[in-house]
């Protein structure tokens, strides 16, 4: 059996610190370098932050975070039961939000996207979003 990590939590701002560190501290044991690990905690935290502003606005909900190990890659899968995305291509555009009220930057797909190896985006509107990231570490390690 993998190793892995289930965590759910409130989608409360407050709480995207947690995953943050959660990841971080379940992939530590694959020994990545200071920038594998901030761009994957950098990636985890777009990741949370959007299902909390934008899957679920102004009212409560879940997130929910699986972790999985297998040799030297891990793949996370953070996943709300909010509104749901109308157009997915759309919002994985640079500078594209839902809610510009909030003067958010509109990066945060393209920045889990250039952080991770690989980005899937599922979503049904009323039905919440799944993102799941893959990111293999070491693979760019000279081996002396």
Do not use: W
């Not at 909390?52 to 009212?59: A, K, N």
């Not at 759309?90 to 889990?112: D, F, K, N």
């Not at 952080?115 to 000279?142: H, P, Q, Y």
Request: proline share 3%; hydrophobic share 40%.
């Amino acid at each position: 059996m993998n190793n892995y990590l289930r965590l759910q939590f409130p989608s409360r701002s407050e709480n995207e610190s947690l995953a943050r560190v959660a990841v971080a501290s379940f992939v530590a044991q694959l020994d990545p370098t200071m920038e594998e690990l901030t761009e994957l905690k950098t990636a985890v935290s777009e990741a949370v932050t959007n299902a909390i502003i934008h899957g679920y606005e102004d009212r409560d909900g879940e997130v929910r975070i699986e972790c999985a190990l297998t040799d030297n890659t891990v793949t996370i899968v953070i996943e709300d039961e909010g509104v749901g995305i109308p157009d997915v291509e759309e919002a994985r555009q640079p500078m594209y939000t839902s809610r510009p009220e909030l003067e958010r930057s509109g990066m945060g797909m393209t920045i889990m996207e250039s952080f991770v190896d690989s980005l899937e985006v599922e979503s049904m509107i009323g039905r919440g979003t799944r993102v799941t990231m893959i990111k293999t570490f070491g693979a760019d390690r000279v081996q002396m």
